[in-house]
């Protein structure tokens, strides 16, 4: 599987982005998927994720409420719907696929290059 991210860009606080993360092969609903993320000198970490079926979402504390995982199986696509940036949101966002959702980066088998998103003040 190879994955695209795209959709960063740059935004004020409380505005909105939506970063898409186009999957190439048929094999993308055997997928679970997650989205990470690295700001500048600190660890990547995760963000959330998304069953294979897409029935079952999950987040970090932090994002909750503010952000939403979705998936097109039609369009072999995963999004990650931002709203209600911060600043501590900036970071470069990356997407992986892998056979069980989880929020370790060891849980994933494929990545994308990562898009970055620049939240200013």
């Known amino acids: 599987v190879q994955l695209q991210a795209s959709g960063g860009g740059l935004v004020q606080a409380g505005g909105s982005l939506r970063l898409s993360c186009a999957a190439s092969?048929?094999?993308?609903?055997?997928?679970?998927m997650g989205w990470f993320r690295q700001a500048p000198g600190k660890e990547r970490e995760f963000v959330g994720s998304?069953?294979?079926?897409?029935?079952?979402?999950y987040y970090k504390d932090s994002v909750k409420g503010r952000f939403t995982i979705s998936r097109d199986s039609a369009k072999n696509t995963v999004y990650l719907q931002m709203n209600d940036l911060k600043p501590e949101d900036t970071a470069v966002y990356y997407c992986?696929?892998?056979?069980?959702?989880?929020?370790?980066?060891?849980?994933?088998?494929?990545w994308g290059q990562g898009t970055l998103v620049t939240v200013s003040s």
């Open positions: 992986a696929a892998g056979n069980f959702g989880s929020t370790l980066s060891s849980g994933y088998t494929y």
């Open positions: 092969g048929r094999s993308f609903n055997t997928y679970a």
């Open positions: 998304i069953s294979r079926s897409g029935s079952s979402t």
